[in-house]
T-cell receptor
Framework: NAGVTQTPKFQVLKTGQSMTLQCAQDMNHEYMSWYRQDPGMGLRLIHYSVGAGITDQGEVPNGYNVSRSTTEDFPLRLLSAAPSQTSVYFCASSRQGGGDGYTFGSGTRLTVV | SQQGEEDPQALSIQEGENATMNCSYKTSINNLQWYRQNSGRGLVHLIL?????REKHSGRLRVTLDTSKKSSSLLITASRAADTASYFC????????????FGKGTMLLVSP
């Protein structure tokens, strides 16, 4: 079992560029989420999905898009990167009910210059 | 906005000592979870306590939950240097969809 796989691990973007952070899980979890982690801020929810075809906004959704066409994949798109989006991004998944907690990926460290 | 607030922000102890971290939250919850994050790594789920539970154990971990005070504590007994990490509490609300709201974490340093 690979768990939650995030790619890439590191990325440097120029302001205004777009990119997609990939997230895939092989546990057949219904719920998937994207968080960003900034120093001193803990983790903040960007977008989440409770199943294929269903997504919703979290606490800090501006500048990001998501889609969920399959149970396994939940990509996060940065539309026009800004320095304020420099952060570490984590994808997480859990089964419905969440009794086992969430499984997190290893993160993508993004720098926008 | 942040739901949980951990206390203390940082904790430094010697190997063999116990470490206690506290978490307060603001709204009604379905459950509260604790996670560990080693430097530069993803978060690892440690333990989940449901709103109708008061105490839970897992190995050297003991979690308590007081819903009347909206607070929880995580006790790590007989700490080891390998326990050095940041610890986060996260709450899952009781209003439908499952999302977690995290606190800012406690940095634990266990010295040999």
């Amino acid at each position: 079992n690979a768990g939650v796989t995030q790619t890439p691990k590191f990325q440097v973007l120029k302001t205004g560029q777009s990119m997609t952070l990939q997230c895939a899980q092989d546990m057949n979890h219904e719920y998937m989420s994207w968080y960003r982690q900034d120093p001193g801020m803990g983790l903040r929810l960007i977008h989440y999905s409770v199943g294929a075809g269903i997504t919703d906004q979290g606490e800090v959704p501006n500048g990001y898009n998501v889609s969920r066409s399959t149970t396994e994949d939940f990509p996060l798109r940065l539309l026009s990167a800004a320095p304020s989006q420099t952060s570490v991004y984590f994808c997480a998944s859990s089964r419905q009910g969440g009794g086992d907690g969430y499984t997190f990926g290893s993160g993508t460290r993004l720098t926008v210059v | 906005s942040q739901q949980g607030e951990e206390d203390p922000q940082a904790l430094s102890i010697q190997e063999g000592e116990n470490a206690t971290m506290n978490c307060s939250y603001k709204t009604s919850i379905n459950n509260l979870q604790w996670y560990r994050q080693n430097s530069g790594r993803g978060l690892v789920h440690l333990i989940l306590i449901r709103s109708n539970e008061r105490e839970k154990h897992s190995g050297r971990l003991r979690v308590t939950l007081d819903t009347s005070k909206k607070s929880s504590s995580l006790l790590i007994t007989a700490s080891r240097a390998a326990d050095t990490a940041s610890y986060f509490c996260a709450t899952e609300g009781d209003s439908g969809y499952s999302t977690l709201t995290f606190g800012k974490g406690t940095m634990l340093l266990v010295s040999p």
